[in-house]
């Protein structure tokens, strides 16, 4: 079982930065795959980003290539993600997604954390 708490939501204008962190509760996030995972108000739930924690492949959705960058933090035992130049559009509840495997059912899910990019 893998418990995740994800943090660093937040309100702030166009343009600005956020970083989002996801931790495992519990036990380390070795032999697991982490995303993130974003929501927006009526849409449906979009992959943004995973990182494989053993050796670090990172994969991201197409549009969050450039602005989104997936990391993974060894000390922390946590799984960074790095937004900038937001937009307006990337307003959603982001969460964070660990299974052990990047094509897998995603089998552990965090609560989720507000970002809203106010214009």
């Known amino acids: 079982q893998v418990q995740l708490v994800e943090s660093g939501g937040g309100l702030v204008q166009a343009g600005g930065s956020l970083r989002l962190s996801c931790a495992a509760s519990?036990?380390?996030?070795?032999?697991?795959?982490v995303g993130w995972f974003r929501q927006a108000p009526g849409k449906e739930r979009a992959f943004v980003a995973a990182?494989?924690?053993?050796?670090?492949?990172?994969y991201y959705a197409d549009s969050m290539k450039g602005r989104f960058t997936i990391s993974r933090d060894n000390a922390k035992n946590t799984v960074d993600l790095q937004m900038n130049s937001l937009k307006p559009e990337d307003t959603a509840v982001y969460y964070c997604?660990?299974?052990?495997?990047?094509?897998?059912?995603?089998?552990?899910w965090g609560q989720g954390t507000q970002v809203t990019v106010s214009s």
């Open positions: 997604a660990a299974d052990l495997s990047v094509t897998g059912a995603w089998a552990y």
């Open positions: 519990g036990r380390t996030f070795s032999g697991y795959v």
């Open positions: 990182i494989r924690w053993s050796g670090g492949s990172t």
